[in-house]
């Protein structure tokens, strides 16, 4: 199974406030841990919304708008991507990381192939199958 563990935005991340090297380093140990564990497929923090573009689709109409954006709560401000057996090991893990002022995260898991038994035929399931990213060749920017 595959999860996304979200760390949501403060005042401070949306204001362009960088941790310190200590809180770095304890997160640097605490992913190293991850990695070495063989769970750890991807993590990253984000910049400040300020920094952002957000896109939304409605009835064929797309509208742009850049940030900052308001509700601060609700952006995304990092996260991880791990295998794990289970939400119950994903809380585990994550329920002693070394976040150095108080954070909120949120566990998420990714669709399986299994999710969409009698919506996706066979054939279909095959075409999922057949296309992963190594597939999707993207031309290099000019």
Do not use: Y
Not at 24 to 29: F, G, N, P, V
Not at 80 to 85: D, H, N, T, V
Not at 97 to 113: M, S, V, Y
């Amino acid at each position: 199974m595959k999860f996304m563990i979200i760390t949501k935005a403060d005042n401070d991340i949306e204001a362009g406030i960088l941790p310190t090297w200590e809180a770095i380093e304890k997160m640097l140990d605490f992913n190293g841990q991850l990695h070495k564990e063989g769970v750890l497929l991807a993590c990253e923090g984000l910049r400040p919304s300020s920094k952002g573009t957000r896109l939304r689709f409605d009835e064929g109409r797309t509208t742009i708008t850049d940030g900052p954006f308001a509700e601060t709560k609700e952006l995304v401000a990092g996260f991880w991507i791990i295998e794990a057996k289970s939400r119950e090991e994903v809380v585990e893990r994550f329920a002693n990381a070394p976040f150095d002022k108080p954070t909120t995260i949120e566990i998420r898991e990714f669709f399986q192939p299994e999710d969409f038994a009698g919506i996706v035929t066979p054939d279909q399931q095959e075409r999922i199958d057949l296309v992963t990213l190594d597939d999707l060749k993207v031309a290099p920017p000019m």
